[in-house]
């Protein structure tokens, strides 16, 4: 089953997900709603994080902001990994310039057991701007399609169990390690949450999802294997089943592509210290997402896209590839550049 228009299904988008031949080289940018954008700090002036998120209008003005300017291949929903865990009472918040800080972490099988399940029925206003961005983005650019997204288990947990932004994860991995009921228990519960929070969104309309696990790269292969891959395929599976294809991203992940790609992905996305050639081989049979350095933006517009350049070449030994940076845009990023990146990736011959 596919969902959508044949317009949209024929974007080169989602061609390149699904492994066939592209006009051009599609691109769109991790973080491309934010604050590197001037008419995104207008609309978010005064509105909190969170509240911006349980808004439709605000969700539907912002997901639609970089899409306008930039006339990326794609749009990112815009929401937040954390999102669905506020929608079913967790206390947290977004603390700016910090991330997610969360009052009362999970450490025991009654804090985990305290979390609620998420139905779709308490996001109302993900479905209802889901809805609304779909009809709007059929008109833009011959059809762009909507992503969807989602924290994956492991990401999401490191968030709960430390309280907030972590570099070592150490509390996290300490309880993975220590206490693996409780591990196992707390994952099943974020598994079910994402999946039901992905599920919306396709439901509503979105014609790929991206499964974010960002801090995946805190773990060897041997535990990923072992304490994460299971929950995370768990969330791939269930929309295995609605017919869009599912992206699968992490950072520092060089030695978890093949796994990243077994646990049930149909395009990898590839950081930008894991040069393609790399890559490429390591996922098998499944396109590949990525990877230019943020940081080459705030470079020469020619050193930039001489980079651009050499992620394209090195894509098309792919099954298919779509262009992104190898992390979120950083917010100090000049949009002027990000529109010169667009232009130059979707007007470089492929013939
Ligand atoms: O444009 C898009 O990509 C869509 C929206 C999006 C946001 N967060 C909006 C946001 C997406 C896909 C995310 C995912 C997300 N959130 C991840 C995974 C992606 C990644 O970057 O690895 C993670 C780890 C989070 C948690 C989180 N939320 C962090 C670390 C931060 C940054 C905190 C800060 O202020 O530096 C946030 C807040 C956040 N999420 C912002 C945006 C636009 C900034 C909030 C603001 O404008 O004040």
Redesign the pocket.
């Known amino acids: 089953m596919t969902t959508g228009s044949t317009a949209l299904q024929d974007s080169a988008f989602l061609k390149a997900a699904r492994g066939e031949p592209v006009p051009h080289t599609p691109v769109w ?7 590197s954008l001037p008419e ?1 700090l207008e609309v ?1 002036e005064g509105v909190a ?1 969170l509240d911006s998120c349980m808004n439709a209008e605000l969700i539907t003005e912002i997901t639609l902001q ?1 899409v306008r300017r930039y006339g990326v291949d794609a749009a ?7 999102l669905p865990l506020k929608a079913v009472g967790v206390d947290l918040d ?7 800080v969360v009052a009362d972490p999970v450490r025991t099988l009654e804090d985990v057991a305290a979390i609620p399940s998420l139905t779709p029925e308490q996001l109302p206003y993900v479905s209802q701007a889901v809805d609304g961005l779909v009809g709007e983005l059929a008109g833009i650019n011959g059809g762009t399609p909507l992503i969807g ?1 989602a ?1 994956a288990p492991f ?1 999401v947990a490191s ?1 709960l169990v430390e309280g907030g ?1 972590s570099k070592e994860h150490a509390k996290t991995k300490a309880l993975m390690f220590g206490a693996p009921d409780v591990w196992d228990a707390l994952m099943r519960k974020i598994a079910d949450i994402s999946a039901v929070f992905l599920e919306t969104q396709v439901a509503a309309g979105a014609s790929a999802v ?1 499964l ?1 696990d ?2 995946a790269g805190a773990l060897t292969p041997d535990d990923y294997v072992r304490f994460v891959q299971p929950h995370s395929a768990r969330v791939l599976a269930r929309i295995g089943g609605l017919g869009v294809p599912r992206i699968h991203f992490g ?1 520092g992940t060089t030695n978890l592509l093949d796994l990243m790609g077994e646990a049930g992905a149909d395009v990898v996305g590839v950081d930008w210290r894991t040069p393609l050639e790399r890559a490429i081989p390591v996922v098998g049979d499944r396109s590949v997402q990525g990877n230019l350095d943020p940081t080459l933006v705030f470079a020469p517009t020619e050193v930039m896209t001489e980079r651009a350049a050499a992620i394209i070449e090195a894509g098309r030994a792919a099954r298919g590839h779509v262009f992104n940076l190898g ?3 950083i ?1 100090s990023t000049d949009p002027d550049q990000l529109a010169r990146l667009t232009e130059f990736v979707q007007s470089y011959p492929l013939d």
């Open positions: 940018f991790m973080r491309q709603a934010g604050r995104y978010r994080m970089p990112i929903f815009f929401s937040d990994i954390v977004i603390v700016p310039g910090v991330g997610p997204f924290g990401t968030y932004p991206q974010f960002s801090w950072v992390h979120g845009v917010p």
